[in-house]
DNA sequence: GTCATATATGGTACCGGTACCAGAGAGTAT
DNA sequence: ATACTCTCTGGTACCGGTACCATATATGAC
């Protein structure tokens, strides 16, 4: 592959002399300028970047880490990222792991060694290894999505525990008092937070523990379908069911369908997170909103600020407002 | 950040000694290799891959160009993609170009600065000049999905034609006689492929132009809706459609909800593309599926051959077959 | 005892760019 | 005429690794 200086000697000048043609810095008379344009574009030179970096300190990468790119709402949120990175003049490497805290470590040290400038991370699990080696090497991480149990790092997330509540609360004033929540892995926090939503309009509502019934699974259509199968053979049998994410909400649909349970009239149902549009045949579902793209976004422009130099500055946490939807998945009882 | 030759001063030893440590190659003593190994975990050393990839003139990576991917059986083909690579060592980067062909030139512009050492391209347009300035640089590229009207690269697509020639014919099976094909962008292969399948089984039925029905328009949601409306406004009325693209088939489905056309009863209809699962609640269309996942697999694999050394041979064309599942989208008539 | 081979380690240059500094010529203010 | 600034170009070293070759000792074959 071409390089530099022979770009250089075909021009008949110095190889920083092209480096300054390339990048347009420093003083370059038109005439010289012509001779290496002329140079690059009959060598057809690229030049390499792996080079420039390695001299400049810096990749403009930045990557995005996240736990299941089927899931529209991680596309839309990644989209939001891409736009922001993209004005700002970086790329983004986007990175799956399923939720598999080994595949997270893998990536995180690939990324690391390619020396990306900064990180974006949906954390597997709440674990701070991961996160206090990325910052030992003074590489500006932002957690995405999910609260960690310390906050030793910059944090965008939406408001899981008033989202829940809020949708707990409509389906209360709707009559309903036996409502089963389902939701994700006990140990990350957008599940738990829906739940201590959940548990606070049930208390606000003057109804004691008993009255809670609580499923946890993983944020999966599949898990949706065995909840929902779960929660439709307790005593007594919940007249509302709550779903902790789109996917839950997705297999719960299906479980419900195949039941032979009709929604809402026999059952009344919501969702956290919309369905995008390409999902719905028939968009029905009452769910609380998250700002996903907008999340991709602030969550961008902090890690952007964090690289523009302010990275001594204590940790940020950004919690972003959910929106309630209401369409017609829940009835009066 | 760490060096290498900052490891190799506190261990006592060369920088090319800690390079073997961390490589694993040539001859180290036990003592010497433990000697290494501490002085790496107390400065918490991490190579630099920039640095290893310009020595070593490869970089370890492929890019995956791809035009939507929000769309599952996009999804799906990246995730055979990434588990082939795997497979190999080798990391992928993953950009998506909604179909622009402006976006498509820049990331690989980008691509190939980074040195990538092959590329996966899902072409936005029958271009030949973006593939030719790849394989100028001796960077081997495998077109996926989309046959080129020149043969130039590997390509490893399905079998539109056939598939489309397949689906027609079993709706003409079914009697019916006006059925209307909703398909992609007149420019994109994969659109017109379906309608030449199309239009043979037609001609095999005896029917002449007069009874063919083509719109063309984009493989979105969006473009689905519009054209189902053209095609219903279309005299005489089609009784079955042929959906170009899963994105196609929800548009049209939403349109004839929308309209309060009930399928199949009122209107047959058929889609290429299996739709996933996460996207049904009642999977009931009768499909051509594409094997996305393989498509992924199959594609890696040829672009893997061909770094291991065989560049030189003629391009090569992997055609797969599709599947036709018979749903209950179609009645008889 | 000599030679060949396996094991273990290091010196130097190089991958392909750019930072930094030096220097030359032109223009202009004094 | 001198000093100063602006414009333009190049030499050298360096970013952080590794290839290649050289050297040294241990081991074994004959």
């Given at each position: 592959?071409?390089?530099?200086?022979q770009?250089?000697?075909?021009?008949?000048v110095?190889?920083?002399?092209?480096s300054r043609?390339i990048n347009?810095?420093?003083?370059?008379?038109a005439e010289?300028?012509q001779?290496?344009?002329?140079?690059?574009?009959?060598?057809?030179?690229?030049?390499?970047?792996?080079?420039q970096?390695?001299?400049w300190?810096?990749?403009?990468m930045?990557?995005?880490?996240?736990?299941d790119?089927?899931?529209?709402?991680w596309?839309?949120?990644?989209?939001?990222?891409e736009?922001?990175?993209?004005?700002a003049?970086?790329?983004?490497?986007?990175?799956n792991?399923?939720?598999?805290?080994?595949?997270?470590?893998?990536y995180?040290?690939?990324?690391?060694?390619?020396?990306?400038?900064?990180?974006?991370?949906?954390?597997?699990?709440?674990d701070?290894?991961?996160?206090q080696?990325?910052?030992?090497?003074?590489?500006?991480l932002?957690?995405?999505?999910?609260?960690?149990?310390?906050?030793?790092?910059?944090a965008?997330?939406?408001d899981?525990?008033?989202g829940?509540y809020q949708?707990?609360r409509?389906?209360?004033?709707?009559?309903?008092?036996?409502?089963a929540?389902?939701?994700?892995p006990?140990h990350?926090?957008?599940?738990?937070?829906?739940?201590?939503g959940?548990?606070?309009?049930?208390?606000?509502a003057?109804?004691?523990s008993d009255?809670?019934?609580?499923?946890?699974?993983?944020?999966?259509?599949?898990?949706?379908q065995?909840?929902?199968?779960q929660a439709?053979?307790?005593?007594?049998?919940?007249t509302?069911?709550?779903?902790?994410?789109n996917?839950?909400a997705?297999?719960?649909?299906?479980?419900?369908?195949?039941?032979?349970i009709?929604?809402?009239e026999?059952?009344?149902?919501?969702?956290f997170?919309?369905?995008?549009?390409?999902?719905?045949?028939d968009?029905?579902?009452?769910?609380?909103?998250?700002?996903?793209?907008?999340?991709?976004?602030?969550?961008?422009?902090?890690?952007i600020?964090?690289?523009?130099?302010?990275?001594a500055?204590a940790?940020?946490?950004?919690?972003?407002?959910v929106?309630?939807?209401?369409?017609?998945?829940?009835i009066?009882?």
């Amino acid at each position: 592959m071409t390089t530099i200086r022979q770009v250089a000697k075909l021009a008949g000048v110095a190889p920083i002399t092209v480096s300054r043609v390339i990048n347009n810095t420093g003083y370059i008379s038109a005439e010289t300028r012509q001779k290496v344009e002329a140079a690059v574009s009959q060598l057809g030179y690229v030049p390499n970047s792996l080079s420039q970096s390695l001299r400049w300190k810096q990749t403009g990468m930045l990557a995005l880490v996240l736990t299941d790119v089927t899931n529209p709402f991680w596309t839309t949120v990644a989209r939001g990222v891409e736009d922001a990175a993209s004005e700002a003049g970086y790329h983004v490497i986007l990175c799956n792991t399923d939720e598999s805290p080994q595949k997270q470590e893998e990536y995180l040290t690939a990324l690391l060694q390619k020396r990306v400038d900064g990180v974006l991370l949906v954390p597997a699990r709440d674990d701070l290894e991961d996160i206090q080696r990325v910052q030992m090497l003074k590489v500006p991480l932002v957690v995405l999505d999910r609260r960690l149990s310390q906050p030793l790092a910059d944090a965008v997330r939406c408001d899981s525990e008033s989202g829940a509540y809020q949708l707990t609360r409509l389906l209360l004033e709707r009559g309903h008092r036996q409502i089963a929540l389902l939701t994700g892995p006990e140990h990350v926090a957008t599940a738990t937070d829906r739940v201590t939503g959940y548990r606070r309009a049930l208390r606000e509502a003057g109804l004691d523990s008993d009255a809670e019934s609580v499923f946890y699974g993983a944020f999966t259509i599949q898990s949706g379908q065995d909840m929902v199968r779960q929660a439709l053979a307790a005593q007594p049998r919940p007249t509302a069911i709550f779903a902790g994410n789109n996917f839950i909400a997705i297999g719960m649909m299906q479980a419900l369908r195949a039941a032979g349970i009709r929604v809402p009239e026999e059952i009344s149902v919501v969702g956290f997170d919309d369905l995008p549009a390409s999902l719905l045949l028939d968009p029905f579902l009452t769910v609380a909103a998250q700002p996903a793209y907008e999340m991709g976004r602030e969550a961008t422009n902090l890690l952007i600020k964090r690289l523009a130099g302010d990275g001594a500055q204590a940790p940020q946490e950004v919690v972003l407002p959910v929106e309630i939807v209401e369409r017609k998945s829940v009835i009066k009882r």
